[in-house]
T-cell receptor, first 111, second 116 residues
Framework: NAGVTQTPKFQVLKTGQSMTLQCAQDMNHNSMYWYRQDPGMGLRLIYYSASEGTTDKGEVPNGYNVSRLNKREFSLRLESAAPSQTSVYFC??????????FGSGTRLTVV | AQKITQTQPGMFVQEKEAVTLDCTYDTSDPSYGLFWYKQPSSGEMIFLIYQGSYDQQNATEGRYSLNFQKARKSANLVISASQLGDSAMYFCAMSVTNFGNEKLTFGTGTRLTIIP
């Protein structure tokens, strides 16, 4: 099925560990996004990529890095995880029409 | 900067009644898009409805309609004949394009509970 695929779905990290969240879309979309969702705060934009080879900071970029590997893939890296990064992470992509498609999310816990 | 405000943290509605979820927005950009998403307990984000700032008519999608009042900067979601499966978090969001880059900004959401 066409859509946005995120891996892993769940992850527990120890403080200071690093990890990369993977995201891939098969809809030939140009724009891709990473959001985090915390209770009572809605979804907040971490980083986005308007096209292959470009990335820009969103509202809450500190502690994260991203890579737009190619048109399909947009990864989010936590270099040194902190408990404040415990959250649900969503990847999304947007095509030429107005629609945004979201992945199913990654639930990350940092202990 | 863009801002979306949802003032209803939670709502309880009797099954089969209509429900209105409030959303106000703030932007100085004349071109923008307004979205509503549903997030059930399973966690996925489900697109419900879209309204463009230049659209003359209110958007409708089945039981969902968007009451767009541009002068008041409001974009309320109306669900007609509510069903138990409508129980979920609902998010209002706005997209604005700056220098060719489009970003989607979300409100804090409303948790809707449908009572049998």
């Amino acid at each position: 099925n066409a859509g946005v695929t995120q891996t892993p779905k769940f992850q527990v990290l120890k403080t200071g560990q690093s990890m990369t969240l993977q995201c891939a879309q098969d809809m030939n979309h140009n724009s891709m996004y990473w959001y985090r969702q915390d209770p009572g705060m809605g979804l907040r934009l971490i980083y986005y990529s308007a096209s292959e080879g470009t990335t820009d900071k969103g509202e809450v970029p500190n502690g994260y890095n991203v890579s737009r590997l190619n048109k399909r893939e947009f990864s989010l890296r936590l270099e040194s995880a902190a408990p404040s990064q415990t959250s649900v992470y969503f990847c999304a992509s947007r095509g030429l029409n107005y629609g945004y498609t979201f992945g199913s999310g990654t639930r990350l816990t940092v202990v | 900067a863009q801002k979306i405000t949802q003032t209803q943290p939670g709502m309880f509605v009797q099954e089969k009644e209509a429900v209105t979820l409030d959303c106000t927005y703030d932007t100085s950009d004349p071109s923008y898009g307004l979205f509503w998403y549903k997030q059930p307990s399973s966690g996925e984000m489900i697109f419900l409805i879209y309204q463009g700032s230049y659209d003359q008519q209110n958007a409708t999608e089945g039981r969902y309609s968007l009451n767009f009042q541009k002068a008041r900067k409001s974009a309320n979601l109306v669900i007609s004949a509510s069903q138990l499966g409508d129980s979920a978090m609902y998010f209002c969001a706005m997209s604005v394009t700056n220098f060719g880059n489009e970003k989607l900004t979300f409100g804090t959401g409303t948790r809707l509970t449908i009572i049998p």
